[in-house]
């Protein structure tokens, strides 16, 4: 083999080598690491679709003190509009095991009123993270007693930053009634979810997210739920398919008469990054 033959050898294998490194360290670049994922779980409108299924148990419900439960089927799809705005949908479907509140009445299982929220989001954010838009709920319960027979609306706002290994926000809409029956009660309802969590890097994290709701048409202690609690959480690959996981307990400060005092929850969501 001549020099020239041999030098032009070398170049190539090393043009090759070359090749293979920037590659890898491409695709190194887009694979998300764990913490990554779990801030995206954790991002009410991350640009990511996700499916979660959440069970909330609250024992000692009622006035017979049984154990009531909701499992809650909640998809999350954004859209890209154009460069500048997406638009990520979040719909929640509830399926609801509800105690009796009398003797006359049985325990009742089946769908509550399907709520759904649609905010507009800037495609690329600073190091404040927004949304706005309405949220709507429709009277798609099996059974009246599961749902408000109403369909109503109103605005969602969804803030939020990301500071390190933090992630801190708030999601907050109320919604009226404007259309239904005229025998059921008019809607006028708040809901209010402050989030604040540690994350560590193998995507382990501390969270605190209760859902604090607010009748604005009853009265006294019936008016308010705010619950105070914490949970931890686990993002996980299983066959490079992301998994998030979190379990949590929350203790009711504020509570109508008949309500729990406690709410256990636990969730699993399946993301799809892109």
Known sequence: MTPRCLRRGVLLVLISALYRESGALAQQARTPSLEDLAKAAQNPIADTISVGLETIVMPNTGPYRQTANVVKIEPVIPFQLNADWNLVTRTTIPGIAQVRFSAEQGRIGGVGDVNQILALTPSHSGPLIWGVGPTFSYPSATDPA????????GPTLVALTMPGPWVLGVLANNIWSFAGPS???????MMLQYFVTYNFSDGSY????PVITANWLAKGRDRWVIPIGAGVG?????????????????????KPDHASHWQFRASLAFLFPK
């Open 146 to 153: 599961l749902g408000s027979g109403k369909w109503s609306a």
């Open 183 to 189: 025998d059921r009660a008019p809607v006028n309802q």
């Open 206 to 209: 501390i969270s605190a997210s």
């Open 234 to 254: 686990k993002m996980f690959m299983v066959d490079q398919q992301p998994i998030n996981a979190e379990i949590g307990v929350y203790y009711n400060l504020l």
